[in-house]
């Protein structure tokens, strides 16, 4: 009997180290495009010239970073996509949040219809829907005597952010929301309170974790988004930073130096590194903490609301 343990404990941990001998190899893989791009950027390149692109490095240098920031102007590309990034998440978690709220809280006719209604736009290819959006920018300029009204300018890719990206947030929001218990807004509405009171003051609290976990998804998609900014924008001026940096062809003869393209590279990755490391305690916190705190507060919110 003892014989037989043994035989399946170490069975079991032969089985385990191949497991973890394979993960390391998997993610040695999945990371080596990243830690080359990394090692490139320290390195100048006129060793790689010299000495060939496997060689090791006589030294490192933080020339490449400066070059990046002076020839490729990543802060200016980078206030762009802030501009662009800050209103069209802001607005995607508004009207996420406001209408699933509608949909899942209020007796309203055909729910389910109009929920897929909402979502039906994040479904589809952006190749799909980007000519009609392109003719309705052109058309509603054209009648207001500017076609380029919407067109190559921020306010043209904010929208399209919003419009694409708030059926998803509703539908994730509205799947949250099923989950809270419907005495808290049967509860506000026999007590009065209007649309929005009951939104901001029993609903949104209850939404903060779902709200946090959504705004780091669509700021990645929205920073990394290619398409949009591309086909929607023809200055240069208006690029965000991932347009920019992606016309490699472009920077390849303003700058032949590849460590100095591989240094904006890791630049532009930094700030959702960034973003990561600083919001993961965070968020992983509150979505523990969320639901066992969030139906006593806005019982209490509702409670101080009647009184």
């Known amino acids: 009997m003892e014989q037989s343990v043994t035989r399946r404990r170490t069975a079991q941990v032969r089985k385990d180290r191949v497991i973890s001998a394979a993960l390391v190899v998997f993610a040695f893989l999945w990371l080596l495009p990243i830690i080359w791009t990394l090692w490139s950027s320290f390195r100048p390149y006129s060793e790689v010239l010299d000495d060939g692109l496997f060689s090791l ?56 219809s109009l929920l897929l209604a909402f979502t039906a736009g994040s479904m589809l290819p952006a190749q799909f ?67 929005l009171r009951h939104y901001f003051s029993i609903i949104l609290p209850m939404l903060k974790a779902p709200i946090a976990a959504l705004g780091i998804m669509m700021s990645v998609w929205i920073y990394n988004d290619f398409f949009w900014a591309w086909s929607l924008l023809k200055r240069d001026q208006f690029f965000p930073i991932t347009t920019s940096l992606t016309r490699v062809g472009a920077f390849a003869r303003i700058i032949p130096d590849q460590n100095v393209l591989a240094a904006g590279a890791i630049l532009v990755a930094m700030p959702l590194l960034i973003l990561y490391l600083t919001m993961k305690r965070h968020f992983t916190m509150s979505m523990m903490l969320t639901n066992a705190k969030a139906v006593p507060a806005a019982l209490n919110t509702l409670d101080k609301s009647t009184h």
């Not at 490095?57 to 002076?70: H, I, Q, V």
């Not at 607005?91 to 709220?101: E, T, Y």
């Not at 003719?135 to 419009?163: E, R």
């Not at 998803?168 to 949250?176: E, G, M, Q």
């Open 57 to 112: 490095p006589d030294r490192f240098t933080l020339g490449n970073y400066r070059s990046a920031l002076e020839k490729m102007a990543v802060i200016r590309y980078f206030i762009n996509t802030l501009i662009i990034l800050i209103p069209s998440v802001f607005f995607v978690l508004f009207f996420g949040s406001l209408i699933a709220f509608s949909i899942s809280k209020y007796k309203i006719k055909y729910k389910k």
């Open 129 to 195: 829907i980007y000519y009609p959006i392109f003719k309705m920018y052109i058309a509603f300029g054209g009648a207001l005597g500017d076609k380029t009204l919407l067109y190559d300018n921020y306010i043209g890719v904010i929208l399209v952010h919003i419009a694409v990206q708030t059926g998803f947030a509703t539908f994730v929001l509205h799947s949250h929301l099923e989950s809270i218990p419907k005495e808290l807004s049967e509860a506000a509405q026999v007590d009065g309170a209007s649309v």
